[in-house]
């Protein structure tokens, strides 16, 4: 049996194990996409930095990032306010590492990126970029 998966708001402590979940995600997904050079080497300490950035802005203009752990970070999710204005709100990332996956924990942190729209920014559209390939 799995253990439950706890979903709850990221921390400034969490920059690192979210930047590494980052880059391990879009290496197997991005292979082939994205240059190997960028995915074998610089992605690691840019991940690091973004998350850093983003997880000590002041709350106000801070994304929606929410984590889901059982005895590890096993998905996030990243909801940016005003990334794309004519669209609405952007969500930036959602990610599940590969045990985790067909769990329901993607579905959970999509549910709370919904919930947290709605009441942020109501009537708001919430969009997503995708890679055509």
Known sequence: MNP?????????????????LHA?????T??????DAYLDGPIAGERLR????????P????????VAESAELSGFVCVLRAADPPWGL???????????RARGVGRAL???????TA????GQPLHLWVFEA
Do not use: K, Q
């Open 50 to 57: 973004l998350w850093t950035e983003r997880l000590t802005l």
């Open 119 to 122: 009441r942020t920014a109501p």
């Open 30 to 35: 991005y292979r082939g996409i994205l240059p």
């Open 90 to 100: 952007c969500l930036d990332n959602l990610h599940v590492l590969p045990p985790f």
């Open 24 to 28: 391990e995600s879009w290496r197997l």
């Open 59 to 66: 709350e106000a203009a801070r994304p929606l990032v929410r």
């Open 4 to 20: 439950p998966v706890r979903i709850r708001a990221a921390t400034a402590a969490d920059a690192a194990a979210i930047a590494r």
């Open 110 to 116: 999509l549910a709370e990126a919904v919930r947290w």
